[in-house]
C-alpha cells in the first residue's frame, strides 16, 4: 500500500496499470478505462480548495483531459471552472445515442397498427 502524505490518497501497489507502450492507463472507479475526450460523472461531493464551493454528486463532465499526476483528469466544471479531479471519484458517463432515446418511449401498441 502507497500513503501520499501530502493528500493522504491510498492506493495499491499495482493499482497503475500500462499498456505495452508504456503509457498509464486510467480507470474510473467502476474499473472502466478512461480516455481523452470521455464525458464522466462525478460519485461524491467535491469541496473545491480555496473556496467555498462544493461539485456535487451526478455533476455531468464533459471533454476530460489525461495528466499525469495524482489528480490525473484535467477538465472544465459549468459554474466552478478548470479544475483537476481524482479517476476515483468519477464515473464514465453512459452515452444514449438519439436513436435509445427515441425507441425508449415507444410501446408495443404505438407500434402495432390499429384494427377498426
Known amino acids: 500500500m502507497y500513503i501520499y502524505t501530502e493528500c493522504a490518497h491510498e492506493w495499491a501497489k499495482d ?3 500500462e499498456t505495452a507502450d508504456g ?3 486510467v ?3 467502476v474499473g472502466n ?3 481523452d475526450g470521455n464525458t464522466v460523472t462525478v460519485i461524491k461531493d467535491l469541496k ?3 473556496s467555498s464551493s462544493v461539485v456535487k454528486v451526478g455533476t455531468k463532465v464533459k ?3 489525461l495528466v499525469d499526476g495524482d489528480h490525473d ?5 459549468d459554474g466552478i471552472g478548470a479544475m483537476k479531479l481524482k479517476s476515483q471519484f468519477v464515473k464514465k ?3 444514449k445515442s438519439f436513436l435509445h432515446s427515441a425507441v425508449q418511449g415507444l410501446t408495443l401498441g404505438s407500434l402495432l397498427p390499429r384494427i377498426p
Open 15 to 17: 493499482a497503475e496499470a
Open 23 to 25: 503509457e498509464k492507463v
Open 27 to 29: 480507470r474510473d472507479a
Open 33 to 35: 478505462v478512461l480516455s
Open 48 to 50: 473545491v480548495k480555496g
Open 63 to 65: 471533454g476530460i483531459r
Open 73 to 77: 483528469i484535467d477538465c472544465k466544471i
Open 93 to 95: 458517463a453512459e452515452h
